[in-house]
C-alpha cells in the first residue's frame, strides 16, 4: 500500500532535482527542499487524511512503534543509554527505520524524547529504564527559569541530520517530527520525575499564575525551536505529546495550558510558516492527550488540525466534541493488542467505523504500543487497516 521500500540514501541535493537514488553513500549533501519528495508527500494517505482530503484507504502508524517491544531495537540499545541513543543520528536513523521494515505504516516518527531539547539546553534530566525522565534539581521558582534558555538549532545538530537522512531513505513517506506539551513538560520539571497526580505541578499553576505563564512561556519557546528545526529539516507533519494534560478540567486547560499550545502551533502553521524552511505549506499539526475527553475541543481549538484521542472516548463521540474542520487520530487501546486475534479484529474495526465519521481519520493506538506486543500482530492490525478501509471510490 505504501511507497516502495527506502533501501538507501539520496547520492546528491542537485538543484531542481526530481528524483531520489539508490546508492548509499556515507557522507550525504542535503538541501533544504527535496522537490520530488513534497510532491509525493501531497498524495500521501497520511497526509491527506490529516488534511481531510479522500484517502485511498485509512493510514496507520503507531505511537512507540519502535521501541521495546521489537528485539532488533533492544539490540541495538545493548549498552547505550535512552538518551545517548537519541543524539547519535546513526542509531536515530536505524531506531526510526525498524518498525518500517516490519510493518507498513504509512508514516515514521523519528526516535527521540519529549526531554531531549530540555537536555539540550542544560537540564540534568536522564531517562532511568522502567522509571522514566528524572530531573535531578527540580524547576520550581523564578530563579529556576534562568536555567530554561532559548534552544538553538547548534543545540541538537543530531536531530538535525536523523531528520535529514531518515528524509532521505523514507522515499517519500513521510516523518513526523515530535515535542512534549507544555503541561507535560512542566509536570516532569517541576516534580522532578514521572508522577501520578501532578500534584506539585497544579499547585504551582493554582497558587502562583505568574510563574507558572512564565514557565510555560519559556517551554512554548523551546518547543517551537524544536519542531521547527525538525520541519526545516524535513519533518511533514508534527505531534505535540502533551501526555499528563488530562489531569487538569476545562476552565484551568483554557486558561493555563492553551495560551502556550496556541503559540506553539500557530508558529508551526502557515501563519507562522516564513521561519520554517522548507516547509511549502503549513504541515499537519496532530495534537495528543491521555484522558483528554474533556478536553478534545478545547485541544482543537488550541490549532491542531488533527486531535489525538485516547480509548476512553469513541471516535464518533469524539468527533461530536471537536468541532468542524478537525481530523481525528488513534484510538485502538494497546492493551488489546495482548487479547487473542479474534477480538482485536473486532476492536480494529470498530474503530474504523467510527473513524469514518471523521472528517479524516489516521488510525493509531490511543497510546504506546507496551513492550510486550508481539510485533507479528502490529503487522498483522496494519494490514487489516489497510484492507478493511479501502475506498472503492478512490
Ligand atoms: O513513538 C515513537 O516511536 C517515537 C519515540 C518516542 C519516545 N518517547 C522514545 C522512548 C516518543 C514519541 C516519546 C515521547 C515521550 N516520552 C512521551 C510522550 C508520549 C507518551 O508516551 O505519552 C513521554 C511522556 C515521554 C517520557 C518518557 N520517556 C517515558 C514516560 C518513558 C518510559 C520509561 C520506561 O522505561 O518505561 C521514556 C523512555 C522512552 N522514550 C523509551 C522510548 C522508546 C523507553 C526507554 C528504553 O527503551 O530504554
Given at each position: 500500500?505504501?511507497?516502495?521500500?527506502?533501501?538507501?540514501?539520496?547520492?546528491?541535493?542537485?538543484?531542481?532535482?526530481?528524483?531520489?537514488?539508490?546508492?548509499?553513500?556515507?557522507?550525504?549533501?542535503?538541501?533544504?527542499?527535496?522537490?520530488?519528495?513534497?510532491?509525493?508527500?501531497?498524495?500521501?494517505?497520511?497526509?491527506?487524511?490529516?488534511?481531510?482530503?479522500?484517502?485511498?484507504?485509512?493510514?496507520?502508524?503507531?505511537?512507540?512503534?519502535?521501541?521495546?517491544?521489537?528485539?532488533?531495537?533492544?539490540?541495538?540499545?545493548?549498552?547505550?543509554?535512552?538518551l545517548?541513543?537519541?543524539?547519535?543520528?546513526?542509531?536515530?536513523?536505524?531506531?526510526?527505520?525498524?518498525?518500517?521494515?516490519?510493518?507498513?505504516?504509512?508514516?515514521?516518527?523519528?526516535?527521540?524524547d519529549i526531554v531531549?531539547?530540555l537536555?539540550?539546553?542544560?537540564?540534568?534530566v536522564d531517562i532511568k529504564?522502567?522509571i522514566g525522565p528524572v530531573v535531578?534539581?527540580?524547576?520550581?521558582?523564578?530563579?529556576?527559569?534562568?536555567?530554561?534558555?532559548?534552544?538553538?538549532?547548534?543545540?541538537?545538530?543530531?536531530?538535525?541530520?536523523?531528520?535529514?537522512?531518515?528524509?532521505?531513505?523514507?522515499?517519500?513517506?513521510?516523518?513526523?517530527?515530535?515535542?512534549?506539551?507544555?503541561?507535560?513538560?512542566?509536570?516532569y520539571?517541576?516534580?522532578?520525575g514521572p508522577?501520578?497526580?501532578?500534584?506539585?505541578?497544579?499547585?504551582?499553576?493554582?497558587?502562583?499564575?505568574?510563574?507558572?505563564?512564565?514557565?510555560?512561556?519559556?517551554?512554548?519557546?523551546?518547543?517551537?525551536?524544536?519542531?521547527?528545526?525538525?520541519?526545516?529539516?524535513?519533518?511533514?507533519?508534527?505531534?505535540?505529546?502533551?501526555?499528563?494534560?488530562?489531569?487538569?478540567?476545562?476552565?484551568?486547560?483554557?486558561?493555563?495550558?492553551?495560551?502556550?499550545?496556541?503559540?506553539?502551533?500557530?508558529?508551526?502553521?502557515?501563519?507562522?510558516?516564513?521561519?520554517?524552511?522548507?516547509?511549502?505549506?503549513?504541515?499537519?499539526?496532530?495534537?495528543?492527550?491521555?484522558?483528554?475527553?474533556?478536553?478534545?475541543?478545547?485541544?482543537?481549538?488550541?490549532?491542531?488540525?488533527?486531535?489525538?484521542?485516547?480509548?476512553?472516548?469513541?471516535?464518533?463521540?469524539?468527533?461530536?466534541?471537536?468541532?468542524?474542520?478537525?481530523?481525528?487520530?488513534?484510538?485502538?487501546?494497546?492493551?488489546?493488542?495482548?487479547?487473542?486475534?479474534?477480538?482485536?479484529?473486532?476492536?480494529?474495526?470498530?474503530?474504523?467505523?467510527?473513524?469514518?465519521?471523521?472528517?479524516?481519520?489516521?488510525?493509531?493506538?490511543?497510546?504506546?504500543?507496551?513492550?510486550?506486543?508481539?510485533?507479528?500482530?502490529?503487522?498483522?492490525?496494519?494490514?487489516?487497516?489497510?484492507?478493511?478501509?479501502?475506498?472503492?471510490?478512490?
Open positions: 500500500m505504501a511507497a516502495g521500500r527506502f533501501v538507501g540514501s539520496r547520492t546528491a541535493c542537485l538543484e531542481g532535482a526530481t528524483d531520489l537514488c539508490y546508492e548509499t553513500i556515507p557522507d550525504v549533501q542535503l538541501c533544504e527542499t527535496i522537490p520530488d519528495v513534497t510532491v509525493r508527500q501531497e498524495t500521501s494517505p497520511f497526509i491527506q487524511a490529516c488534511r481531510r482530503e479522500p484517502v485511498p484507504y485509512t493510514p496507520v502508524w503507531y505511537m512507540r512503534q519502535a521501541g521495546r517491544s521489537l528485539p532488533e531495537y533492544r539490540k541495538v540499545r545493548e549498552g547505550v543509554s535512552m545517548d541513543s537519541c543524539t547519535r543520528p546513526d542509531l536515530i536513523t536505524e531506531i526510526t527505520l525498524q518498525p518500517l521494515r516490519r510493518y507498513d505504516v504509512d508514516a515514521a516518527i523519528l526516535f527521540s531531549v531539547p537536555r539540550a539546553v542544560g537540564i540534568d529504564a522502567g535531578a534539581t527540580p524547576v520550581r521558582t523564578s530563579a529556576d527559569l534562568g536555567r530554561l534558555r532559548a534552544l538553538e538549532p547548534g543545540d541538537v545538530p543530531y536531530v538535525t541530520e536523523a531528520v535529514r537522512m531518515l528524509v532521505a531513505e523514507l522515499n517519500g513517506r513521510p516523518l513526523i517530527g515530535f515535542a512534549g506539551g507544555p503541561f507535560t513538560l512542566a509536570s520539571l517541576v516534580e522532578g508522577s501520578k497526580n501532578h500534584d506539585k505541578t497544579k499547585a504551582l499553576m493554582y497558587g502562583n499564575p505568574s510563574l507558572w505563564h512564565a514557565l510555560l512561556g519559556r517551554l512554548a519557546d523551546i518547543t517551537i525551536s524544536f519542531l521547527q528545526i525538525q520541519v526545516a529539516a524535513g519533518a511533514s507533519a508534527i505531534q505535540l505529546f502533551d501526555s499528563w494534560v488530562g489531569a487538569v478540567g476545562p476552565d484551568d486547560y483554557r486558561h493555563a495550558i492553551l495560551p502556550h499550545t496556541s503559540r506553539i502551533f500557530s508558529a508551526l502553521g502557515e501563519e507562522g510558516g516564513g521561519e520554517v524552511r522548507g516547509a511549502i505549506r503549513g504541515v499537519p499539526r496532530i495534537h495528543f492527550g491521555v484522558g483528554t475527553g474533556e478536553l478534545l475541543g478545547l485541544m482543537g481549538e488550541a490549532g491542531a488540525d488533527v486531535v489525538g484521542v485516547d480509548w476512553r472516548i469513541p471516535l464518533d463521540e469524539a468527533v461530536r466534541r471537536v468541532e468542524p474542520g478537525k481530523a481525528l487520530q488513534d484510538n485502538l487501546d494497546p492493551a488489546v493488542l495482548l487479547a487473542p486475534w479474534d477480538v482485536v479484529e473486532e476492536r480494529a474495526r470498530d474503530v474504523l467505523g467510527r473513524g469514518r465519521t471523521a472528517e479524516g481519520h489516521v488510525f493509531n493506538l490511543g497510546h504506546g504500543v507496551l513492550p510486550e506486543t508481539d510485533p507479528a500482530v502490529l503487522a498483522r492490525l496494519t494490514d487489516l487497516v489497510h484492507a478493511e478501509s479501502v475506498r472503492p471510490e478512490a
